[in-house]
Nanobody
Framework: VQPVESGGGLVQAGGSLRLSCVAS????????IGWFRQAPGKEREFVAI????????EYADSVKGRFTISRDNAQNPVYLQMNNLKREDTAVYYC??????????????????WGQGTQVTVSS
């Protein structure tokens, strides 16, 4: 499975963007999907995760209340709606397929595929 992200770009602080993650194949529809991001000089970090049928979601504390992850009954695409963007949200955003997730925002050995990433830049 090779998901493709889109929707990144340049936006002013306080603005909004919606990222999309699309992939073909049955694996995508039966897999939890997560969004991660990596800023220059920093490690990749968890942003949000949604279960395979869109019934539940979790968020990093840094984006809770501003970002919303969604999917429609395991169908494509998976969205990440990002509102009230801040400069510190600047990063390359990746979607990922996740299996065997047991909570606690720990994904060691749980990520089974990555997208190629889309750049989000927030200016002041």
């Amino acid at each position: 499975v090779q998901p493709v992200e889109s929707g990144g770009g340049l936006v002013q602080a306080g603005g909004s963007l919606r990222l999309s993650c699309v992939a073909s194949g049955r694996t995508f529809s039966v897999t939890h999907i997560g969004w991660f991001r990596q800023a220059p000089g920093k490690e990749r970090e968890f942003v949000a995760i949604i279960d395979y049928n869109g019934g539940s979601a979790e968020y990093a504390d840094s984006v809770k209340g501003r970002f919303t992850i969604s999917r429609d009954n395991a169908q494509n695409p998976v969205y990440l709606q990002m509102n009230n963007l801040k400069r510190e949200d600047t990063a390359v955003y990746y979607c990922a397929g996740i299996q065997g997730y047991s909570g606690g925002h720990s994904f060691e050995h749980a990520i089974i595929f990555w997208g190629q990433g889309t750049q989000v830049t927030v200016s002041s």
